[in-house]
């Protein structure tokens, strides 16, 4: 039942994840094309602020939630109470030193720009519970309908504002209208309403867990999201508007598949919590999964790079290309992280997670601010050596309780890294040899690449490949059945 359970979150996860995802990339693909990197870090000059709080608003809350296994509606009406309470505070905190940010980046047009961001936090807040329960019950039908419906209504907004040369504020009303369309719609789905209840002994029972996951949570978006201040006040808006749309294109498909895993992983990690083997299996069965996909993603966006970006964004962000070939690296071990930290916080040691993050945040932003002396590359190299560092202290804990290192962890993805590489190396000698235009080169790319890679799979036996063939073929013998 869990399996099944397990399956068909994943499968509608992934539906909603991915064609969020790709319609929003459609639109940001289009909005590449009508406006500048200026504008674009304009606005990314903000996300620091806005990301810290949200994480406030959030306090850990939400993850408290999932991983207790006996909640009651009164726990339910406190976390709802709570997060918009402080989604009303720390919006008048934004909208308070929107004028000292603005003075800080010497751009004025971030006062009002500030101010519509600041209100989504309070209408996100009226659905973060709905959006949390869901998440609790594996049930993501309805939110893949919800996250669609919002990433097309509210790009179609935002292209509409940026043809109409609206410039910064098309981004920004494009937020605004998703967070108006998805609390709305979630609230439709979602039957459950709040009462005018609030109880301590439910916030501080929770709140003994959600703590930790809030200062996990601020360290990551600051470590995550410094990148920001250091290249926005050091290099300028075009800079950090040509570094956001690297980062940005990597985490298409490095970002889609770590959320997609952490939305379904924690769940199901949690139940399974107490059973070790159980726990194990499904942790072994994750890694060579999620891995056997991204692997070959992420190296293949970095070798077929330099005729990507023009075709998708016009020649004007070429200077993205570099940068997307670094990042790329340190994208390849991003699931990897998720699934250790998920295995730490579905057993409930978010006090232990909380020194792993302290310990990797430090050494992390020391570099990074280190790395900001050599410019947006810097800061790039910074990342791709953090991730390899990050894997070995995540991983630290996986191996104390479950037996499960580094070692086993790099093991089990070693067949179709292997497989994946050799493909990269050949797609490379095709960009190398092959003189015709970007658009061409990079269907040539994308088909042979996908051929090298399942071909060589299939070849050489990798047991990824297998189990998701094997997978594949009973969920469309249970359809056929049906």
């Not at 909603?16 to 200026?38: K, N, Y």
């Not at 042979?448 to 050489?460: D, E, Q, T, W």
Request: glycine share 8%.
């Amino acid at each position: 039942m869990l399996k099944e359970k397990t399956i068909s979150a994943v499968l509608w996860s992934g539906v909603d994840i991915f064609f969020r995802q790709a319609f929003q990339f459609i639109v940001t693909i289009a909005l590449a094309r009508m406006l500048s990197p200026e504008e674009f870090g304009t606005i990314a000059l903000l996300y620091i602020f806005t990301s810290v709080a949200s994480m406030l608003v959030s306090s850990g809350f939400s993850a408290a939630l999932i991983q207790s296994q006996k909640v009651t509606y009164t726990d339910e009406c406190t976390v709802f109470w709570f997060n918009f309470t402080m989604a009303v505070i720390c919006a008048i905190g934004l909208w308070q030193i929107s004028p000292w940010v603005s003075e800080f980046y010497g751009k004025p047009e971030l006062i009002p720009l500030m101010w519509v961001l600041a209100l989504n936090l309070i209408i996100s807040s009226l659905s973060s519970i709905h959006s949390t329960l869901l998440v609790k019950r594996l049930s993501f039908k309805g939110q893949t309908k919800v996250g669609v419906i919002s990433a097309v209504v509210s790009g179609l907004i935002a292209v509409g504002l940026a043809w109409l040369d609206f410039g910064v504020w098309a981004l920004a009303w494009q937020s605004l209208a998703a967070a108006l369309i998805t609390t709305a719609l979630l609230w439709k789905i979602n039957k459950w309403r709040p009462a005018l209840v609030f109880s301590l002994s439910s916030f501080r029972r929770l709140f003994r867990f959600g703590s930790f996951m809030l200062m996990c949570g601020l360290l990551d978006v600051i470590y995550n999201r410094i990148y920001t201040v250091l290249i926005g006040k050091q290099y300028g808006s075009w800079e950090l508007g040509i570094y956001d749309r690297a980062y940005g294109t990597q985490q298409l498909p490095a970002g889609t598949l770590t959320s997609i895993l952490s939305r379904v992983a924690f769940p199901v990690f949690s139940m399974v919590a107490d059973n070790k083997q159980q726990l194990i299996s499904g942790v072994r069965q994750a890694v060579k999964g999620i891995m056997f996909i991204n692997i070959p993603l992420m190296l293949g966006v970095m070798v077929t790079a330099k005729s990507l970006i023009p075709v998708l964004f016009g020649g004007q962000w070429g200077a993205s290309v570099p940068l997307l070939q670094i990042l790329c690296l340190a994208g390849v071990l991003y699931p990897l992280h998720a699934i250790n930290v998920n295995v730490l916080t579905a057993q409930g040691h978010s006090h232990l997670l909380l020194r792993v993050e302290v310990v990797k945040k430090t050494i992390g932003v020391a570099i990074i601010l280190i790395a900001s002396n050599y410019g947006a590359s810097g800061i790039a190299w910074s990342v791709a050596l953090l991730s390899v560092l990050g894997l070995f202290i995540n991983a630290h804990y996986t191996k104390v309780y479950l037996g499960y290192g580094v070692y086993h962890q790099i093991k089990d993805c070693l067949p179709q890294f292997t497989v994946a590489s050799v493909m990269a190396v050949i797609l490379y000698g095709i960009g190398s040899v092959l003189t015709w235009s970007s658009p061409w080169l990079l269907l040539t790319q994308v088909f042979m690449g996908a051929l090298i890679y399942f071909v060589g799979c299939m070849f050489f036996c990798v047991k990824a490949f297998q189990d998701m063939r094997l997978l594949l073929t009973e969920q469309l013998s249970r359809k056929a059945k049906c």
